[in-house]
């Protein structure tokens, strides 16, 4: 008989009479053959057994423990176990109630039991039953945990594979989408092109015929649309921009755009809307919405009316029915109609086109806005759909209006994720009469709405499709006269011929002398040997270098500002748009578009070249102070020089133009030299004589105790090296233990000393001429002595007493100055500089530009 996959029961104990009596013990009372009962005298000897138990494939299911053993104790062994079998029950015997034991055990063995010697026998067999039954059943579901992990492993390796090919479904769907925007695009810009007159006057056939062309492009640029949509809509990729909107307003563009093929088919449109009725949704989404379930309700409905009624439906929610009297919706068939390529009837024989797409779009769309969408029909009289839509806080008419198919300002995409939205169909029943849809024109002056109809009524809007000759849109007048001189040079870079030509058409329109390349490399040798370009529009995928590495390789060489790009693709997710916009393009156009659109994007890309054109010199300066408050900022130290003898308070503020104040500290084994000065000028020029004056100030550490020699030797060496500038400075040498004061000044405003014993202020200013102009000037040296604790000393630059006052213009002054020093003896010196620049900026009218800097150092003498 095989013993592996048999339970063990092991008793440990050094005595032999215990563990025999066990063994027999639980032989007789158990009578299982299934287990094992191993008998060890110490420890070691347990953890043996144990290893061969485990080569023969033996579970441990209970062990039984002496605690008075020698080496190991009954609770070390335990926890030894516990490491390799933690399933296994564990119970300690033990002569004497050890606490410590017990709580090891019970910590470090999940102890199952502790039994007392001496003990009844009945009970521990009871204990080792039902310790046997739970390691059984803990045994028993380890397996079913086992068994469903690894079912569950195999059904997430199926469903990785469902999932998988469901997305490679959905890609193919959105690749072939992409991969026809191309030429599409061609298709319609080559007619648009051609019907604005890029090749002169065209005969009325040939007019009719292109305006065809561009219908049935548009209604394919549409499926593809859909496809595009529900492509994304499955995985999140749709983007909104939700804002509080008019849905009197919403509806009413709907209503106009359909209203058309409503007549044509001479149904009734009829709407009761209120006017104060906002929502809070996404115009273009919401347009498209509307335009769904409009337009399906015309494209179902053969005659009576289409009615489109708002209403509030609770405090939250607007309420919007559109109710038909059309052909109805079988009551089994309205759970599924939004469902992706689902329709009522889906047979091959049934009588209205489409793709199955439109409702689970538009529900999917109402669902990311907040809201919820259903339908109820009876067949043969006609269906109810009901919106429901958030309800926006807003109230008020005028505060936005309803302009589906606009993006905001500076935002370079194309309307979003929906490519040219504008062109959105209806699909409405084919007749054999009918050779090609019809053409909605919109009143807001943007691109109309293509649909098709089913009629021959006529009307000024629509085109007759019942006769040979459609009836023309309102024609694009030509913005360029033929034989005009282009004013605008640009290069355009594409590897299709057909979107070359394309471009070329439209932006000669636009009065631009286009340059055609036929990949990157052709456009880069362009742009190295041909005359300067003003704009470059490329296209993204190209062999080779592709748009993105195009943009970068231009960036290397030219700002945005220099030579703007827009680049142009069939890819329109917000990725592609991030990817374009770090590569360094300025716009970026969504395939197909509309010639409007392309002659908008141009031109607001150049307007924008050109307005930061304008901006270059003041950025440059903005760029040139921030640099040289940086150098002036890092100049100067850290902290100021301090013991017990005096404290040092530093006030610096900086105006808008950056100046040239300054401060620095230097000490010795007698005192602390300080240092305030103001270079003339701004900006960099400012901020490196700064740097100068530093350098030259730290070569002086051998003679700080000499005023006039610092100043005496930093005239000598800026002389002549400042470049006309000049320097102001102050330098004063403080002896705190010696109550003295030693100060030089080159030009600049006196040093303030107030004397706390007498109250009496001095104004310190020695002869001395401004650093920077005159070689051989001398300073003299003025001297202070008897200072006592509470002395305070006042450095500063012109920029402390120069303010003017915002109403009269009446200057600060200096005395102004030493009168508040000399007031404010009740005011400690930390308090006393931030005091004095409340005081100055109340002075000026609290004005927040500055006209010059201020630095200032007051010393305090301390006990």
């Known amino acids: 008989m095989t013993l592996e996959g048999r339970t063990a029961i092991l008793c440990v104990d050094d005595e032999q009479t215990i563990l025999e009596s066990l063994r027999q013990q639980l032989r007789r009372n158990l009578d299982r053959k299934e287990l094992l009962i191993e008998v060890a005298s110490s420890g070691d000897e347990a953890l043996e057994i144990l290893e061969e138990l485990n080569q023969d494939g033996i579970s441990l299911g209970v062990i039984i423990s002496d605690q008075i053993m020698p080496g190991l104790k009954g609770d070390e062994l335990l926890s030894r176990v516990h490491e390799s079998y933690p399933s296994a029950i564990k119970i300690l015997l033990t002569g004497q109630a050890d606490a410590r034991a017990v709580g090891n055990a019970l910590n470090n063995a999940n102890l199952y039991r502790y039994i007392g010697k001496p003990w009844q026998m009945e009970d521990l067999i009871l204990t080792v039953r039902e310790g046997l039954r739970s390691f059984g059943q803990e045994r028993q579901l380890e397996k079913q945990n086992r068994q469903l992990q690894e079912l569950n492993s195999q059904l997430e390796k199926r469903q990785g594979e469902l999932l998988r090919l469901d997305k490679l479904k959905d890609e193919f769907l959105a690749n072939t989408s992409h991969e026809l925007r191309t030429p599409l695009h061609g298709i319609m810009g080559i007619a648009d092109s051609l019907l604005q007159g890029a090749a002169g006057t065209l005969e009325p056939v040939v007019r009719d015929n292109l305006l065809l062309v561009t219908q049935s492009a548009r209604r394919l640029t549409n499926l593809v649309q859909d496809i595009l949509d529900f492509s994304k809509a499955r995985y999140g990729d749709l983007e909104l921009r939700s804002r509080p909107l008019p849905l009197q307003d919403a509806i009413e563009m709907s209503v106009t755009l359909l209203k058309p093929l409503a007549d044509r088919k001479g149904l009734e449109f009829q709407r009761e809307i209120p006017g104060n009725l906002w929502v809070q949704a996404d115009p273009d989404r919401l347009e498209q919405i509307l335009i769904n379930v409009l337009g399906n309700a015309i494209k179902f409905t053969n005659e009576g009316s289409v009615t489109v009624r708002a209403e509030r439906a609770d405090s939250d929610m607007a309420r919007i029915l559109v109710e038909d009297t059309g052909i109805g919706i079988p009551e089994d068939k309205l759970d599924v109609i939004f469902e992706s390529f689902t329709q009522a009837d889906g047979s091959i024989g049934r009588q209205f086109e489409g793709t199955g797409l439109g409702l689970s779009i538009t529900r999917k769309l109402v669902e990311l806005q907040g809201g919820t969408i259903q339908a109820s029909s009876t067949r043969g009289q006609g269906s109810v759909f009901e919106i429901r839509l958030p309800l926006s806080s807003e109230t008020e008419q005028g505060i936005v209006s309803f302009e589906p198919g606009t993006t905001t300002a500076g935002n370079a995409v194309s309307h979003g994720d929906r490519g040219v939205h504008s062109n959105r169909e209806v699909s409405t029943p084919a007749r054999n009469d009918e050779s090609a849809g019809s053409f909605v024109g919109r009143s807001d002056g943007g691109a109309g709405y293509f649909v098709t109809g089913n009629d021959d009524t006529e009307d000024s809007s629509v085109a007759r499709t019942g006769d040979s000759r459609p009836v023309q849109r309102n024609e694009p007048k030509q913005t360029v006269a033929f034989g005009e001189k282009p004013s605008i040079r640009t290069l355009v870079v594409d590897d299709d011929p057909v979107n070359l030509q394309i471009l070329k058409n439209q932006l000669s329109l636009l009065n631009h002398a286009v340059v055609t390349a036929n990949g990157a490399r052709a456009a880069l040798q362009m742009l190295e040997q041909e005359a300067p370009f003003d704009l470059v529009l490329s296209d993204v995928m190209m062999p080779g270098i592709n748009g993105y590495e195009f943009t970068g390789l231009l960036r290397q060489k030219y700002l945005p500002t220099e030579l703007p790009v827009i680049l142009l693709t069939a890819r329109n997710s917000v990725s592609d748009l991030v990817h374009g916009l770090q590569a360094g393009a300025n716009d970026f156009l969504s395939k197909p578009f509309q010639a409007e659109e392309l002659a908008a994007r141009v031109q607001n890309t150049l307007a924008l070249r050109n307005a930061s054109r304008d901006q270059t010199q003041l950025a440059l300066l903005n760029g040139e102070l921030n640099l040289a408050r940086r150098i002036q900022l890092g100049l100067l130290p850290d902290s100021p020089p301090g013991d017990d003898s005096m404290e040092v308070q530093i006030l610096y503020e900086s105006m808008v133009e950056v100046g040239g104040d300054y401060y620095d500290?230097?000490?010795?084994?007698?005192?602390?030299?300080?240092?305030?000065?103001?270079?003339?000028?701004?900006?960099?020029?400012?901020?490196?004589?700064?740097?100068?004056?530093?350098?030259?100030?730290?070569?002086?550490?051998?003679?700080?105790?000499?005023?006039?020699?610092?100043?005496?030797?930093?005239?000598?060496?800026?002389?002549?090296?400042?470049?006309?500038?000049?320097?102001?400075?102050?330098?004063?040498?403080?002896?705190?233990?010696?109550?003295?004061?030693?100060?030089?000044?080159?030009?600049?405003?006196?040093?303030?000393?107030?004397?706390?014993?007498?109250?009496?202020?001095?104004?310190?200013?020695?002869?001395?001429?401004?650093?920077?102009?005159?070689?051989?000037?001398?300073?003299?040296?003025?001297?202070?002595?008897?200072?006592?604790?509470?002395?305070?000393?006042?450095?500063?630059?012109?920029?402390?007493?120069?303010?003017?006052?915002?109403?009269?213009?009446?200057?600060?002054?200096?005395?102004?100055?030493?009168?508040?020093?000399?007031?404010?003896?009740?005011?400690?010196?930390?308090?006393?500089?931030?005091?004095?620049?409340?005081?100055?900026?109340?002075?000026?009218?609290?004005?927040?530009?500055?006209?010059?800097?201020?630095?200032?150092?007051?010393v305090e003498l301390k006990q």
């Not at 200013?765 to 604790?789: D, M, Q």
């Open 665 to 858: 500290f230097m000490s010795d084994a007698n005192g602390h030299g300080i240092l305030i000065a103001d270079v003339s000028g701004h900006g960099i020029g400012a901020a490196l004589i700064v740097s100068m004056l530093k350098v030259a100030f730290r070569m002086q550490e051998n003679c700080l105790h000499d005023p006039s020699r610092v100043l005496n030797n930093l005239n000598r060496i800026l002389t002549d090296e400042i470049g006309g500038a000049f320097i102001t400075a102050a330098y004063m040498y403080l002896e705190p233990q010696h109550g003295r004061l030693l100060l030089a000044c080159a030009g600049h405003p006196p040093v303030l000393l107030w004397r706390k014993s007498s109250g009496r202020l001095e104004h310190l200013r020695p002869k001395g001429r401004i650093i920077g102009y005159f070689p051989n000037a001398e300073f003299e040296l003025a001297v202070a002595e008897n200072l006592a604790p509470g002395d305070r000393i006042l450095a500063f630059t012109d920029g402390a007493f120069e303010l003017r006052d915002s109403e009269d213009q009446e200057m600060y002054g200096i005395e102004r100055l030493a009168e508040f020093l000399g007031a404010s003896g009740k005011v400690s010196g930390e308090e006393f500089l931030p005091a004095l620049d409340q005081h100055l900026k109340e002075w000026s009218g609290n004005s927040q530009d500055r006209q010059d800097d201020i630095a200032a150092i007051l």
